[in-house]
């Protein structure tokens, strides 16, 4: 009885790993590294993002920024790294916003080749704190990114910075939230 149980143990994850291997690595082979990155969505000049175009931008360098867990650990520690402003590209994009009285209601999602995406308010980065520090960085100590893919964005002023912090970044979205007209009436 012994030899079957381990029999049909050995043969279910010989027939688990089987099927379920190809997804994986077909998963993994869909993760590409994007040499660009595509501004697109609710803007007068959707463009391409190249590390060149980048450079030519307004570049920022920081130094000495942790990329700390929400669990509290601190996975790497950058020495120094060099980026453009997140607002700063939308300002080259040229947000259409009609009625700036709607502002609120417009929303910046950043877009990874594996799926990991963060989104940011217009507010937040037009009026917070964090807008003067979110980053999409193009180098580390004075290299290329290359592991992580070409762009990352970085918020090094976050209390937990590894949540927002997005790597193979490949478009970036601004968009409108849709909102229904309220129903709630005040007595």
Same mark, same amino acid.
Not at 4 to 12: H, K
Not at 147 to 159: A, H, I, M, N, T
């Given at each position: 009885?012994?030899?079957? #149980? ?6 279910? %994850?010989? &027939? ?15 993760? !590409? ?28 360098? !920081?130094? $000495? /920024? /942790? ?12 020495? @120094?790294?060099? =980026? ?5 590209? &939308? ?12 502002? =609120? #209601? ?8 594996? @799926?990991? $995406? *963060? ?5 937040? %980065?037009?009026?917070?704190? /964090? ?10 100590? =004075? ?5 992580? =893919? !070409? ?13 927002? %912090?997005?790597?193979?970044?490949? !478009?970036?979205? *601004? @968009?409108?939230? $849709? &909102?229904?007209?309220?129903? /709630?009436?005040?007595?």
């Amino acid at each position: 009885m012994k030899k079957i #149980e381990r029999f049909s143990l050995a043969a279910f %994850l010989s &027939l688990f790993l089987l099927t379920f291997s190809p997804f994986s690595a077909q998963a993994k082979s869909e993760w !590409r590294e994007s040499e660009t990155v595509r501004v697109s969505g609710l803007v007068e000049n959707p463009f391409t993002i190249t590390i060149e175009s980048l450079k030519k931008m307004n570049v920022s360098e !920081r130094r $000495n /920024a /942790a990329i700390v867990c929400a669990s509290g650990e601190t996975r790497q520690t950058m020495q @120094s790294f060099r =980026g453009v402003l997140l607002r700063d590209i &939308l300002d080259a994009a040229k947000i259409v916003m009609p009625n700036s009285r709607e502002r =609120g #209601e417009y929303q910046i999602l950043v877009r990874s080749s594996d @799926s990991y $995406n *963060v989104l940011f308010s217009y507010d937040e %980065l037009y009026f917070g704190a /964090a807008g003067d520090d979110i980053l999409l960085v193009f180098e580390e100590d =004075g290299k290329p990114i290359e592991k992580e =893919g !070409r762009f990352v964005l970085f918020c090094p002023s976050d209390k937990v910075t590894a949540p927002r %912090l997005v790597k193979w970044v490949d !478009r970036i979205e *601004v @968009s409108k939230i $849709n &909102l229904a007209p309220s129903t /709630a009436q005040c007595k």
